[in-house]
């Protein structure tokens, strides 16, 4: 609990569901209509997306916050994942033909949803979602009115530069399975279970929650990832660094990252933000780890209001109708 807010049950102002993608595949989401006073339109609405083996039931109380700000707001799993099934017959493999395919259902997803969504239109990415969403930008697949990346997956924490671990990967890829672990727990290589809040977040309670959602729908739990996940990753880190690829994205672009995220790597972070046009970083210390909107209430509640503040200038509400 936090300010009253049960973070261990769906809300009852929101409602799950499934978007079906366009082969078929039905992808989770859930669903918060927009808060409208009388005379007033809708505030927007805002779509978020998760990162590698995450679910949208740990964004609940953030998802909550911008529905009671006025948002209509989405979230959905990425296919293979959380809800929506499964690349491998390993339930615990975070497995990916190709990063495309989840950048095309964000497209296709983003383009469904507009169609019922009030503007402004905003989207929120966390980690692998946060590059997925700029993947999606500097390929123009997704026009957002603004977007807010969280502690977005733009460089691996390794002792050696991409290319390196790129090659290392496709060797993995061709020398056994590639849909094999690439490492055996955890979030990253050599990252111990009892070890994993030290990478997520400092707030214990919160971190909690997650084993709990875990315990109670089995289906969300995701172990590590694959090697053809990792080579693919690697793949799309290089179109997303493409000569000329970031500084063609004209979206105004919140970046929020901590200095010493020990998933992802801050240099990339900031190399990716000095080269797009309309960015802005915004920077945490060691009081913060990788899950920014799951830290304790100092650090996330600044996350918070650096994204409202962000968000209410570069897509502020639409006008009323004149009557």
């Given at each position: 609990?936090?300010?009253?807010f049960?973070?261990?049950a769906i809300?009852a102002?929101?409602?799950e569901g499934?978007?079906t993608?366009?082969d078929?595949?039905r ?5 918060w209509?927009?808060r409208?006073?009388e ?6 609405s805002?779509?978020l997306m998760?990162?590698r083996g ?5 964004y609940?109380?953030?998802l909550?916050h ?13 296919r293979w994942?959380?809800g929506?099934?499964?690349h ?6 975070g497995?990916?033909?190709d990063f495309?395919v989840?950048?095309?259902d964000?497209a296709d997803f983003?383009e469904?949803w ?5 503007g402004?239109?905003?989207i929120?990415?966390?980690?692998m979602?946060?590059?997925l969403v700029?993947r999606a930008l500097?390929?123009?697949?997704i026009?957002?009115a603004a977007?807010?990346?969280s502690?977005p997956m733009?460089?691996f924490?390794?002792p ?6 790129h090659?290392?990967a ?8 590639p ?8 979030e990253?290589p050599?990252?111990?279970p ?6 997520l977040t400092h ?8 084993q ?8 969300v ?6 090697w053809r996940?990792v080579e693919?990753a690697y793949?799309s880190?290089?179109?997303?660094f493409?000569p000329g690829?970031l ?7 919140l970046i929020l990252?901590a200095?010493?995220d020990?998933l992802v790597?801050?240099k990339a972070?900031e190399?990716?933000?000095?080269r797009?046009p309309r960015a802005?970083?915004m ?14 209430d ?6 918070i209001?650096?994204?409202d503040?962000f968000l209410?200038r570069?897509?502020?509400?639409e006008?009323a109708p004149?009557?």
């Open positions: 609990m936090a300010g009253g049960d973070r261990r809300p102002a929101a409602s499934f978007w993608a366009r078929g595949h992808v989770r989401r859930i669903d209509p927009g409208t006073s005379g007033h339109p809708p505030r927007g805002l779509l998760p990162g995450d679910h949208y039931e740990k609940l109380e953030t909550e911008w529905h009671r700000e006025g948002w209509r707001v989405t979230a959905a799993d990425w994942q959380a929506s099934g499964r491998t017959d390993d339930p615990m493999a497995d990916v033909s495309s989840w950048v095309n964000l983003w469904d507009s169609g019922e969504a009030p402004p239109r905003v929120v990415g966390h980690s979602g946060g590059h700029l500097v390929e123009q697949r026009d957002p977007a807010v990346l502690a733009l460089g924490i390794a050696f530069p991409p290319a390196v671990g090659a290392v496709r060797l993995m890829c061709r020398i056994g399975d849909a094999r672990p690439a490492w055996k727990w955890s990253k050599g990252a111990t009892a070890r994993r809040a030290q990478l707030d214990a309670e919160r971190y909690a929650d997650e709990w959602w875990r315990e109670n729908r089995p289906e739990a995701m172990g590590a990832g694959t996940w693919r793949a880190m290089r179109v997303i493409a690829a500084e063609a994205v004209d979206t105004p672009i990252a200095r010493h020990g790597q801050f972070i190399r990716a933000a000095r797009l802005q970083l920077t945490w210390g060691r009081e913060a780890y990788h899950e920014l909107f799951r830290e304790e100092a650090v996330r509640s600044r996350a209001a650096i994204a503040d209410d570069m897509a502020p509400p006008a004149a009557s």
